[in-house]
């Protein structure tokens, strides 16, 4: 289904058992003054389902330790030009660049 951002700009993804007992709860914040030119739309994928029509900053669990902390390049039109991920522990993603024809 479609991911429903809240007027916070969080949206909460649980994950449960078998038996339906929640396991894990984590919730993935978005740049609400950010448009994604990331999206599926914009690659020719639309076929993979839509996209957020906005960027992830960051998700978190329950608990507050965050899991994925994004950092955005953006270039005089406001579209990402770079994107690196910082991973739980302190680890960067190599970045990952993006160039608009």
Do not use: C
Request: no cysteine; proline share 1%.
């Amino acid at each position: 289904g479609d991911v429903v951002i809240g007027a916070t700009g969080t949206s909460t993804t649980e994950f449960a058992s078998n038996t339906g007992q929640t396991i894990v709860t984590y919730y993935t914040d978005y740049d609400l003054t950010k448009t994604n030119s990331l999206g599926t739309d914009n690659f020719g994928l639309s076929f993979l389902g839509s996209a957020s029509k906005h960027l992830v900053k960051k998700t978190t669990l329950q608990s507050g330790d965050v899991l994925y902390d994004y950092t955005y390049t953006y270039d005089m039109q406001e579209r990402v030009t770079k994107l690196q991920v910082k991973i739980a522990g302190g680890a960067l993603t190599l970045p990952f660049y993006y160039t608009y024809y």
